[in-house]
């Protein structure tokens, strides 16, 4: 999943579309997880990285994910072809 | 520099910010004029931004009533520039734009075929002459007329009036409703059109009457009034919309402001809903946003070579606001008795 290239990410989580116009607000952990998708990390990248520093399984991490991944979509906040 | 529209109210007419359009140009060193239908147009108030107001005769009263009083102030005032602002004046204006050339004042104004062709009553033809998908729409001159749509378009559908105001009808009963508000307001015919389900996007451009957009600025409202107006928007970064725009200017050949409304589907179609004939109330985001479009227009009235824009600022916003002006009662008593403030 790409995400669109113009979207704006402030260091606050304030994420901007400009094709949309839409805004959106990212907690901490959010905006962590938008920052790796946006570096093109892996899936397993993603989830060590999260079930290293962070209190959370695998399985569960992966449920939150796709969710995550599901949620950006619904924004319009991935590439149209995706 | 002459300038109508100055109904600042909660349905606001483009006068003041096409105003603050042309004081934020260096360029001019304008005394303002406006030209009021109303003695409380708050405009005529706002002595900070408009110099002098006349009122002027609706366009009700005929195209040589508005003229000889366009002579009269032309008379006291020496007008370079006229900028009507309102789609049911246009026309007189348009019709009138020898004349007023003839007494020294320059407008730069649609033609009266691109006007009439824009018309909402006609955006199926506008629509398959230039290739711009737009939404059934049939205008509608009697009851029964609106009786006989069954099939052509299902409900919900709009009501729209031929200059302003529409309405989303959900059954029979309100479609006959809207169709009498709309036609003791505005007149027949009153348009019937698809109701398209999308989020509503305008674009605000200037066309240089040789196939040349000078500027064009798209935009989402974030948030619509009860009266369908904008309360805030924000500018995109939209290609499509702006290839649309500059296609439409292109082969219409546009002279003059233009907003373009549009309704952008989920699936990322846009679909043309109307054309409104002058630069819109929400002008001067564009103008915040890089494009002075206001002085782009009075430079092209005035003759002047005028270079295209660039570009524009993304996610430039703006929030419409009420403010309220205290006026002594001497103004409003010498606007409404000697119809000059």
Redo the contacts between chains.
């Keep these: 999943m790409k995400l669109k290239k ?1 979207i ?1 990410i402030s260091e606050t989580g304030f994420i ?1 579309d ?4 839409d805004s959106f607000t990212l907690n901490p952990t959010g905006l962590e997880l938008l920052g790796m998708l946006r570096h093109e990390k892996s899936f397993d990248e993603i989830s060590s990285a999260f079930t290293t520093k962070y209190d959370v399984d695998a399985t569960s991490f992966e449920r939150y994910y796709v969710d995550f991944l599901a949620t950006l979509k619904m924004m319009q906040l991935v590439e ?1 072809n995706e | 520099m002459a300038v109508s529209g100055l109904n600042n109210i909660d349905s606001p007419g483009p006068g003041i910010p096409v105003i603050r359009g042309i004081r934020d140009s260096g360029l001019f060193e304008p005394r303002i004029v406006g030209l009021a239908y109303e003695n409380l147009e708050p405009g005529a108030y706002m002595h900070h931004l408009v110099d002098k107001s006349y009122k002027v005769p609706y366009p009700l009263d005929g195209v040589d009533a508005l003229m000889e009083r366009i002579r009269y102030i032309n008379g006291i005032e020496k007008i370079d520039v006229l900028i009507p602002n309102f789609d049911a004046e246009l026309y007189a204006f348009m019709k009138s734009e020898a004349l007023m050339k003839s007494m020294g004042i320059s407008t730069f104004l649609p033609t009266l075929k691109q006007f009439e062709e824009r018309h909402k009553a006609n955006l199926p033809e506008f629509g398959e002459k230039y290739k711009v998908t737009v939404p059934f729409s049939k205008p509608i001159a009697s009851l029964a007329e609106l009786d006989s749509l069954k099939g052509d378009v299902d409900f919900p559908y709009v009501v729209k009036g031929k200059f302003y105001d529409a309405y989303i009808a959900h059954d029979k009963e309100e479609a006959r409703m809207y169709f009498h508000r709309i036609a003791a307001k505005w007149g027949l015919p009153v348009v019937i059109q698809e109701f398209i389900r999308g ?1 509503e996007v305008n674009v605000v451009a200037l066309g240089d009457g040789r196939g040349s957009t000078v500027g064009a600025v798209p ?2 409202k ?1 948030y619509i009034t009860d009266k369908g107006k904008a309360w805030g ?6 290609q499509k919309m702006l290839d649309l725009t500059h296609r439409i200017i292109g082969e219409t050949e546009w002279r003059g402001g233009m907003e373009l409304e549009l309704i952008k589907t989920p699936k ?1 179609e846009l679909y043309l809903i109307e054309i409104n004939p002058r630069l819109p109330a929400w002008v001067y985001l564009a103008v915040g946003a890089g494009q002075n479009l206001p002085e782009a227009l009075v430079r092209l009235a005035l003759g002047e070579k005028v270079e295209k824009f660039s570009g524009y600022e ?2 430039k916003m703006f929030i419409r606001y009420s403010y309220d002006m205290i006026c002594d009662i001497k103004e409003f008593e010498k606007l409404s008795t000697l119809g000059e403030l």
């Design positions: 113009n704006a901007f400009p094709t949309t116009g149209d | 989020t935009m989402r974030q928007g924000i500018t995109l970064d939209d990322n993304l996610g």
